[in-house]
């Protein structure tokens, strides 16, 4: 089994800094793309940032100048930083890995949810 453990998320104030973490566990191979989405009340998910194995990022216009995503691949970990919050980032921020569990077997990840809330 694969598991992905968000960490970081809480009450902030506009403006403010917070850094969410994912640790992805388990019978893992591999692990192509990571990244972030979120899901705020009565809207879909989507996407915040993702990278790729390589390094190369992409990023939701909303996140850009923003928020850095980073990760480690030795330790299967990926990072978000995010500046200059807006109460409009208020969401449930996922972690997401696109996982191989065998040399050909790879599944869509998903963490359980960190709560960020940002205050005006």
């Known amino acids: 089994q694969v598991q992905l453990v968000e960490s970081g998320g809480g009450l902030v104030q506009a403006g403010g800094s917070l850094t969410l973490s994912c640790a992805a566990s388990?019978?893992?191979?591999?692990?192509?793309?990571m990244g972030w989405y979120r899901q705020a009340p009565g809207k879909q998910r989507e996407l915040v940032a993702r990278?790729?194995?390589?390094?190369?990022?992409n990023y939701a216009d909303s996140a850009k100048g923003r928020c850095t995503i980073s990760r480690d691949n030795a330790k299967n970990t990926v990072t978000l930083q995010m500046n200059s919050l807006k109460p409009e980032d208020t969401a449930v921020y996922y972690c997401?890995?696109?996982?191989?569990?065998?040399?050909?077997?790879?599944?869509?990840?998903w963490g359980q949810g960190t709560q960020v809330t940002v205050s005006s």
């Open positions: 997401y890995g696109k996982i191989f569990t065998t040399l050909t077997l790879s599944t869509d990840f």
């Open positions: 990278i790729t194995k390589g390094g190369t990022t």
């Open positions: 388990g019978s893992i191979f591999r692990i192509n793309d």
